[in-house]
């Protein structure tokens, strides 16, 4: 494997340029005008901002029609009723989960994503369909993108018999979380709801990550119910709760309570800053230690027609919803897509030192804070130090 | 001044595409295959959609820093304090209003905006600097843009003597409409702020354009002292709200009673859809009859670093706050950044229908929904036939 020299970089945006030396995919010198070794390929940066690959913490790219013909949405904004109508979408239309998983996560990449989370609905319509699609995406784009599976049970677990079974065997398939939803307002019982999914996560031995949409003190009773069965179940800081707008909606004090118990547990938070629905208060969360993820949900599917992969387009979102002006704020919006991501998702040598693994984006712009307030689409994106796109389009 | 013949666009998103003759700087004949009058340029749609111009009907061109060095935000989420700040870096900074409005004006165009309502600071320390740069940039773009002004005391109208002198000679200068800022949390004094611009725009026989950021029951009172005024004074229809989160904060049948006082006077209201305050409930507000359009607001200033003047990103980040996700709730958000905007500035021949003047923005895509998912980058822009933008690019 060829070394790579990226001259003129600014590392995480800082104002002075260095050099960057990749060798057999890790970063193993930074400093100015470090001297090429032989055989080294030199890339001019031009003093763009060098930022670690960017990381979707919460992904459905299971179901994504991107390159498809349009979907005309007409659905309520009921949940089950959006569920249902999914179903019914693939009863009656072709739907190749691995072609579709494998089209979002090249345009993922084009932008500069280089990790990604993804939730792949398990149900006993199409039973193991997508998990088989999206896991022959993993290893056919493993040199270029890193992809975490949840095997999530959209359409419910308890409703529909069979559907367990199918979680155990898409965990056996190898899917590396067990996913779960609304325990009370979707699936109508807690308690069973959340004791059948983290009896999987024992069975198999692996984390778990709740889509949690409940309200107020709904939510904030499930978030009572995990934090206990995380404690009970010895699973700290293997649980992620995706969503929880209930804690940015229970008064303070409430608030506080349930931070203090998540905290206690280590379980992660994964948001993607809806600008409809209450946010969980991220500055509140980092505070106690809690490790925050951002990420950009379904990507023009049957849910939602919005979005285009783009995390620093999330970083936006998030600014915007936060309501972060202040530079030093809107930095909060970079780690939350980059650091805050590795984190949940425990990566080994993320980051822009010696030692790690060299995924990176470069990106013309002044700061950190102008790339988030207003995303250039030019960008260079590095895998294991190789050029894997380049403005917009992957070389692969 | 030669036709044009558009071949092959898609107006408004239709699935038939169709040719548009422009004459004299008016579309004059829609329908399918036009066979060119001699001496016609022929301009190939490749079917893509053809809209009409874009209109910010909420913006500050005058203090934007596009293009400049970027501005490091340490700034209080406090008014007062984001007010004080501003002022503080116009005694420390060059700024040359001419220069900046007329730079963030062409960005706009480039995007495809044709027609903007400003809000032009004016205060006893700028004096009226920033009302001379945007009116020399209104002529200067005269041909490119539709510009209609609004004189807006910023820092104040009753706190700073000489302010109100300011304002009744920026009216006379030529600015169009007399703004307005919070009269009680701001001001500290609503009926004698909203006594004082109601009294200017009845000595000049102008319209009026109120920032009302107050919450809640504040700003409902407001919201009825700015209507009793309207009724008063005989200026139905010639008056706008801008912002106005307290219709979106206050109860049902509170809202309900403010939106009949606001049909009732034809009183406009804008918005930005921040995704971190209330909104002003627009299906509501549509049903009642009152016009509504959007705004991008302050593009990369001293109050904030987002955006890059895109009215059809507005768009997007209006359907993501209301939650907008069928095709037929999405084009909502084209008809507030269009035909709304329209309404509320009174434009005769807006449009695309024969007669209409001919202002659009040819952009590819396969719906109107998609295009505000996903704003494409790529647009080509025409103002009274001629094209003045594409790719991005201005071409004057």
């Known amino acids: ?19 960057v030396l990749i060798e057999k995919g890790r970063i193993t010198h930074i400093s100015p005008a470090i001297a090429p070794p032989v055989q080294t390929e030199i890339v001019e940066g031009h003093h763009r901002l060098a930022l670690p690959g960017f990381i979707d913490g919460h992904a459905h790219i299971d179901k994504s029609q991107w390159g498809m013909e349009w979907y005309v949405n007409e659905v309520s904004r009921d949940l089950p009723a959006i569920i249902s109508n999914e179903r019914d979408f693939r009863r009656h239309h072709e739907f190749d989960s691995q072609r579709q998983s494998e ?30 699609g999206v896991l022959a995406t993993k290893e056919k784009l493993a040199g270029q993108l890193y992809l975490e599976t949840v095997c999530f049970p959209q359409s419910g677990l308890l409703g529909r018999p069979g559907t367990q079974q199918l979680m155990d065997d898409a965990l056996g398939m190898g899917c590396d979380y067990v996913g779960g939803i609304d325990p009370s307002s979707f699936e109508r019982d807690p308690v069973a709801h959340l004791d059948a999914i983290f009896a999987l996560a024992g069975k198999h031995d692996k984390g778990v990550d709740i889509h949690l949409h409940e309200p107020g003190e709904l939510g904030a009773f499930s978030v009572e119910l995990i934090t206990e069965r995380t404690r ?42 809806p600008s409809n ?3 969980p208060p991220y500055e509140k969360l980092r505070a106690a230690g809690i490790r925050v993820t951002a990420g950009n949900d379904g990507i023009r599917d049957t849910w939602s027609p919005y979005g285009n992969s783009d995390m620093l387009q999330r970083a ?46 470069l990106v013309s712009g002044q700061t950190v804070a102008e790339i988030i307030a207003n995303p250039p689409q030019d960008r260079a994106v590095f895998k294991a130090g190789k050029l894997v796109a380049d403005r917009g389009e992957c070389l692969f």
Chains 1, 2 share one sequence.
């Open 103 to 132: 089209r979002i996560a090249r345009q993922a990449i084009s932008m500069g994503t280089t990790h990604i989370r993804t939730h792949i609905d398990v149900d006993t319509e199409i039973g193991l369909r997508h998990v088989e």
């Open 1 to 19: 494997m060829k070394s790579t020299l990226l001259r003129n970089v600014r590392l995480n945006g800082q104002p002075e340029s260095q050099d």
């Open 316 to 361: 936006m979102l998030m600014g915007l919803r936060y309501r972060w002006r202040q530079d030093r704020e809107i930095a909060q919006a970079l780690h939350a897509i980059t650091q805050g991501g590795a984190e949940v998702m425990e990566l080994e040598g993320y980051g822009l030192e010696p030692g790690c693994h060299a995924d990176l984006v």
């Open 232 to 273: 009970r179940l010895g699973l700290k800081g293997r649980v992620t709760i995706s969503h929880a707008f209930c804690l940015g909606e229970v008064d303070l004090p409430r608030q506080d309570a349930l931070i203090r118990g998540l905290a206690d547990m280590n379980i992660a938070i994964a948001t993607t800053a």
């Open 277 to 279: 629905r209450p946010v």
